[in-house]
């Protein structure tokens, strides 16, 4: 049973076609630490959002996971020592001994702070147009421990998501005065996830979950969303397959921060972009014209 | 087979001083409908926790001896194996649905169990007939009132039919319809199907004339198993708050036996020949003596607490879910609103919060307005409840000895107690709106509430209470307001509203047919003793 409004090419593909789809563009923000790449994942994952109607709901995840780019950036240029090009001594600090501040580090920060927007970009974009339902039916058949983790996974997002909405209603229906602020409810919410969790995972068991009877599924034909979605995935991979053995887009932060930014690193790029947008924006194309 | 068997069981939550159960033993035989009942805290949903497998399973703690469900040892067994003998629904709806949409929600035990595609469609249309769900099949379970969801996780413990449904105060949420509606469903569930039912309720009233056997738990201990009408007198001598209010009615007028239900208390009064000496209800629109009769479509009064005039509001959904709607509370009143649910009372009260705008129409208010949701837990958000209020609050609020403990580890009542003492340390409000505030409430608890209330209006503030409890409302109310379609259809003093209907009435006014408007137990019980001394007067 799919929900009754599909989100797009990928909302109306099977979830787990959508869900290996989206971990493909996260394999490739894990592998390349290039930025050439992560901007060209950032792109296909902002253009897919936008083809599936969801563009607002990956702007707030991106808006909530930029201080973690300068968050990064930071730790990364304070705790690491590598880089030959130093910009600014610190001197010596207590506990931290000899602090210098390096253009290397500075810089890889950055990378990984890019990094983390990508990929919870990319997250981001699975929870709003994959059908969480479907993927917990698919994930019945696997060890069921491990399957109730990832199923807890996919289910905590709306769970906490509804419970900080009720908790910000009660903020806002209170006496204003010496009320609890937003960092007060987000933490309130973090801290109570595990309890939730937890009743999350007693209802599943209680509705039968952990019994792993057979799974009957019903035999459904292949749509348009789920050729396009499974070619694109298909191109993919392969395009992860060659790029990992041409050793394509290297980067080597230290101690001098070089990295391959020629004709072939374009065109991987552009290439991955192509392949994980066009497809999609072909079948929405023609969706419209019909 | 028995179904159910709980052998000298003693369980104590990790960390907990006292046990919740001790030494608790019973049996479930098929096809029994048993109740079972307590004070707060006393034990009753740790029993059904217990039953399903989650104690000691999910919460850990020590646990003493045996109980098998459908001859399955719950230590051996996780719940998910129970779960193919026993159907089981918690206190809590929001935790209670894991799946996107309603339909998901009841077809996903039944794809547990392996069944196909054909089968699973038919048990979801069946479950979601029998409980008139079926309009919400498609519907995103995040989009559900409280009620709603209530009955979706109440399908998805029916589905399969198992041969044993626990269920932990189930008609919480619901509407008097919808409560009476499902009591008599598990009632047929039960004749038809011989599928056991435990059911632990705090209202008695709703159930008890359906049950065969009531059993009473006092501080983690079995304090009573017996049938219904042996329960009544036992509450009489040992727990008078557990007595329904037909049997208070009974007791006060010195009639016995007690009854279990409506039908036998008119039973009985119609054999001694009091229904007919009974002075006749009022009739439909009569206010009674000095009472002013309230239109419901006047204006806003200039001179109230907090106001709605010609209010609309739209859900995407759901369409209009207020039209028109004209309400207003004025200082030091307290308006009870009624109706079943999706009525429009939650959004009601979200709009006069300020929670919500209007599409269309205005709210005003005098002052601050506050409004206590359904789910106290949603304002204790610090780690001690010394740091959610202030001192003075906590003495107020009856918790100052709890100011250490973490606000997760009070019971509901006191995080109720807890949630009204912080609406009182800003500025005073001019209204109070509460939303279901006697879910899962005992009477002593209720009639602390009701206290609260009173006081609280003495000092001025305006109090809107939306409820589906008619006998809250008959106790602390001036005015009741019936919402049907998202706009009132009935504003009168409760005399006249909660008397002589078949569901939004008290049980003392439909036992003595509105006879006396909606009275207490103890006024009707007046009522007809003198009824008794003009019937045996020469």
Same mark, same amino acid.
């Given at each position: 049973?799919?929900?009754?409004?599909?989100?797009?090419?990928?909302?109306?593909?099977?979830?787990?076609?959508?869900?290996?789809?989206?971990?493909?563009?996260?394999?490739?923000?894990?592998?390349?630490?290039?930025?050439?790449?992560?901007?060209?994942?950032?792109?296909?994952?902002?253009?897919?959002?936008?083809?599936?109607?969801?563009?607002?709901?990956?702007?707030?995840?991106?808006?909530?996971?930029?201080?973690?780019?300068?968050?990064?950036?930071?730790?990364?240029?304070?705790?690491?020592?590598?880089?030959?090009?130093?910009?600014?001594?610190?001197?010596?600090?207590?506990?931290?001994?000899?602090?210098?501040?390096?253009?290397?580090?500075?810089?890889?920060?950055?990378?990984?702070?890019?990094?983390?927007?990508?990929?919870?970009?990319?997250?981001?974009?699975?929870?709003?147009?994959?059908?969480?339902?479907?993927?917990?039916?698919?994930?019945?058949?696997?060890?069921?421990?491990?399957?109730?983790?990832?199923?807890?996974?996919?289910?905590?997002?709306?769970?906490?998501?509804?419970?900080?909405?009720?908790?910000?209603?009660?903020?806002?229906?209170?006496?204003?005065?010496?009320?609890?602020?937003?960092?007060?409810?987000?933490?309130?919410?973090?801290?109570?996830?595990?309890?939730?969790?937890?009743?999350?995972?007693?209802?599943?068991?209680?509705?039968?979950?952990?019994?792993?009877?057979?799974?009957?599924?019903?035999?459904?034909?292949?749509?348009?969303?789920?050729?396009?979605?499974?070619?694109?995935?298909?191109?993919?991979?392969?395009?992860?397959?060659?790029?990992?053995?041409?050793?394509?887009?290297?980067?080597?932060?230290?101690?001098?921060?070089?990295?391959?930014?020629?004709?072939?690193?374009?065109?991987?790029?552009?290439?991955?972009?192509?392949?994980?947008?066009?497809?999609?924006?072909?079948?929405?194309?023609?969706?419209?014209?019909? | 087979?028995?179904?159910?068997?709980?052998?000298?069981?003693?369980?104590?939550?990790?960390?907990?001083?006292?046990?919740?159960?001790?030494?608790?033993?019973?049996?479930?035989?098929?096809?029994?409908?048993?109740?079972?009942?307590?004070?707060?805290?006393?034990?009753?949903?740790?029993?059904?926790?217990?039953?399903?497998?989650?104690?000691?399973?999910?919460?850990?703690?020590?646990?003493?001896?045996?109980?098998?469900?459908?001859?399955?040892?719950?230590?051996?067994?996780?719940?998910?194996?129970?779960?193919?003998?026993?159907?089981?629904? $918690?206190?809590?709806?929001?935790?209670?649905?894991?799946?996107?949409?309603?339909?998901?929600?009841?077809?996903?035990?039944?794809?547990?169990?392996?069944?196909?595609?054909?089968?699973?469609?038919?048990?979801?249309?069946?479950?979601?007939?029998?409980?008139?769900?079926?309009?919400?099949?498609?519907?995103?379970?995040?989009?559900?009132?409280?009620?709603?969801?209530?009955?979706?996780?109440?399908?998805?413990?029916?589905?399969?039919?198992?041969?044993?449904?626990? $269920?932990?105060?189930?008609?919480?949420? $619901?509407?008097?319809?919808?409560?009476?509606?499902?009591?008599?469903?598990?009632?047929?569930?039960?004749?038809?199907?011989?599928?056991?039912? $435990?059911?632990?309720?705090?209202?008695?009233?709703?159930?008890?004339?359906?049950?065969?056997?009531?059993?009473?738990?006092?501080?983690?201990?079995?304090?009573?198993?017996?049938?219904?009408?042996?329960?009544?007198?036992?509450?009489?001598?040992?727990?008078?708050?557990?007595?329904?209010?037909?049997?208070?009615?009974?007791?006060?007028?010195?009639?016995?036996?007690?009854?279990?239900?409506?039908?036998?208390?008119?039973?009985?009064?119609?054999?001694?020949?009091?229904?007919?000496?009974?002075?006749?209800?009022?009739?439909?629109?009569?206010?009674?003596?000095?009472?002013?009769?309230?239109?419901?479509?006047?204006?806003?009064?200039?001179?109230?607490?907090?106001?709605?005039?010609?209010?609309?509001?739209?859900?995407?959904?759901?369409?209009?879910?207020?039209?028109?709607?004209?309400?207003?509370?004025?200082?030091?009143?307290?308006?009870?609103?009624?109706?079943?649910?999706?009525?429009?009372?939650?959004?009601?009260?979200?709009?006069?919060?300020?929670?919500?705008?209007?599409?269309?129409?205005?709210?005003?208010?005098?002052?601050?307005?506050?409004?206590?949701?359904?789910?106290?837990?949603?304002?204790?958000?610090?780690?001690?409840?010394?740091?959610?209020?202030?001192?003075?609050?906590?003495?107020?609020?009856?918790?100052?000895?709890?100011?250490?403990?973490?606000?997760?580890?009070?019971?509901?009542?006191?995080?109720?107690?807890?949630?009204?003492?912080?609406?009182?340390?800003?500025?005073?409000?001019?209204?109070?709106?509460?939303?279901?505030?006697?879910?899962?409430?005992?009477?002593?608890?209720?009639?602390?509430?009701?206290?609260?209330?009173?006081?609280?209006?003495?000092?001025?503030?305006?109090?809107?209470?939306?409820?589906?409890?008619?006998?809250?409302?008959?106790?602390?109310?001036?005015?009741?307001?019936?919402?049907?379609?998202?706009?009132?259809?009935?504003?009168?003093?409760?005399?006249?509203?909660?008397?002589?209907?078949?569901?939004?009435?008290?049980?003392?006014?439909?036992?003595?047919?509105?006879?006396?408007?909606?009275?207490?137990?103890?006024?009707?019980?007046?009522?007809?003793?003198?009824?008794?001394?003009?019937?045996?007067?020469?």
């Amino acid at each position: 049973m799919r929900p009754p409004v599909a989100l797009g090419p990928l909302g109306g593909a099977r979830a787990a076609l959508a869900a290996s789809w989206g971990l493909l563009l996260v394999a490739f923000a894990l592998v390349w630490s290039s930025p050439i790449v992560l901007v060209a994942v950032g792109l296909a994952v902002a253009a897919s959002a936008a083809l599936c109607g969801v563009g607002g709901d990956l702007a707030r995840a991106a808006r909530f996971s930029v201080p973690l780019v300068v968050t990064m950036a930071l730790i990364n240029a304070l705790v690491v020592r590598d880089g030959e090009t130093v910009i600014w001594r610190f001197g010596e600090l207590p506990v931290a001994g000899q602090v210098d501040l390096t253009a290397e580090a500075l810089a890889y920060g950055l990378v990984l702070g890019l990094r983390i927007v990508v990929i919870v970009s990319a997250f981001a974009l699975l929870v709003a147009v994959v059908d969480a339902d479907e993927v917990l039916r698919k994930m019945r058949r696997p060890a069921f421990r491990s399957a109730l983790t990832a199923t807890l996974a996919t289910r905590m997002a709306g769970v906490l998501t509804r419970d900080a909405r009720r908790m910000n209603d009660a903020r806002r229906a209170r006496p204003a005065a010496d009320g609890p602020g937003r960092m007060a409810l987000v933490q309130a919410v973090a801290t109570g996830a595990l309890d939730r969790a937890v009743d999350v995972a007693a209802t599943l068991e209680l509705r039968g979950y952990a019994t792993r009877g057979p799974v009957v599924a019903g035999r459904e034909p292949w749509s348009r969303d789920d050729q396009a979605v499974a070619a694109s995935a298909l191109m993919l991979a392969a395009l992860m397959a060659w790029g990992v053995v041409s050793e394509v887009a290297s980067l080597q932060p230290y101690p001098t921060f070089s990295m391959d930014a020629g004709v072939v690193e374009a065109a991987f790029a552009a290439a991955l972009f192509v392949v994980a947008v066009l497809p999609l924006a072909l079948v929405v194309r023609e969706g419209r014209r019909r | 087979m028995t179904v159910l068997r709980v052998e000298n069981l003693s369980y104590r939550y990790p960390g907990a001083d006292a046990p919740a159960l001790d030494s608790v033993s019973l049996e479930v035989e098929p096809g029994e409908f048993v109740v079972c009942t307590g004070l707060s805290a006393s034990g009753k949903s740790t029993l059904l926790r217990a039953a399903c497998g989650l104690v000691p399973h999910f919460h850990g703690g020590g646990v003493s001896g045996r109980v098998t469900v459908g001859g399955l040892d719950t230590r051996e067994h996780q719940p998910g194996d129970l779960a193919a003998v026993a159907g089981t629904l $918690l206190q809590d709806p929001e935790t209670q649905v894991v799946m996107g949409t309603v339909g998901a929600e009841l077809a996903f035990p039944l794809e547990n169990q392996g069944l196909g595609p054909s089968a699973v469609a038919r048990g979801v249309e069946e479950v979601a007939l029998a409980l008139g769900i079926g309009e919400l099949l498609e519907r995103p379970v995040s989009e559900l009132s409280g009620g709603e969801l209530q009955r979706v996780a109440l399908g998805a413990a029916l589905v399969t039919r198992p041969p044993l449904v626990l $269920l932990d105060e189930p008609a919480s949420q $619901l509407d008097p319809v919808a409560a009476d509606e499902l009591i008599w469903l598990l009632r047929r569930l039960n004749e038809e199907w011989g599928t056991a039912v $435990l059911l632990v309720e705090h209202r008695l009233e709703r159930c008890l004339a359906h049950a065969d056997r009531v059993i009473v738990l006092d501080s983690g201990r079995l304090a009573f198993d017996g049938e219904p009408r042996a329960m009544l007198e036992w509450a009489a001598q040992h727990e008078p708050p557990l007595q329904t209010p037909a049997a208070r009615l009974f007791e006060r007028a010195g009639l016995v036996p007690a009854p279990t239900g409506v039908r036998e208390a008119r039973a009985t009064l119609r054999d001694h020949g009091l229904l007919d000496a009974l002075p006749p209800a009022p009739p439909a629109g009569d206010p009674g003596p000095g009472r002013r009769r309230l239109s419901l479509r006047r204006a806003p009064r200039p001179e109230a607490a907090v106001s709605a005039g010609g209010a609309w509001l739209s859900r995407p959904g759901a369409g209009d879910v207020l039209r028109a709607v004209d309400f207003g509370v004025a200082p030091g009143e307290t308006v009870a609103l009624m109706g079943r649910n999706g009525a429009g009372k939650s959004t009601l009260l979200r709009l006069l919060a300020g929670l919500d705008r209007p599409d269309r129409g205005q709210v005003q208010a005098s002052g601050p307005v506050y409004l206590l949701l359904q789910n106290p837990g949603d304002y204790l958000l610090a780690e001690r409840v010394g740091d959610e209020a202030g001192e003075e609050s906590l003495a107020l609020a009856g918790l100052a000895d709890a100011a250490e403990r973490h606000p997760r580890d009070l019971s509901g009542g006191q995080r109720q107690r807890l949630a009204l003492a912080l609406m009182m340390e800003g500025e005073p409000p001019a209204a109070l709106l509460l939303d279901e505030p006697t879910r899962g409430m005992d009477r002593a608890a209720r009639g602390e509430l009701v206290s609260r209330l009173r006081a609280l209006a003495a000092s001025g503030v305006g109090i809107v209470v939306a409820t589906h409890d008619a006998e809250l409302a008959a106790v602390a109310a001036d005015r009741v307001v019936l919402l049907s379609g998202g706009r009132p259809v009935a504003d009168a003093p409760p005399s006249e509203v909660l008397s002589g209907g078949w569901h939004f009435s008290t049980e003392t006014a439909r036992i003595l047919g509105g006879a006396g408007g909606a009275c207490t137990p103890e006024q009707g019980g007046d009522l007809l003793r003198g009824a008794m001394s003009v019937e045996v007067a020469p």
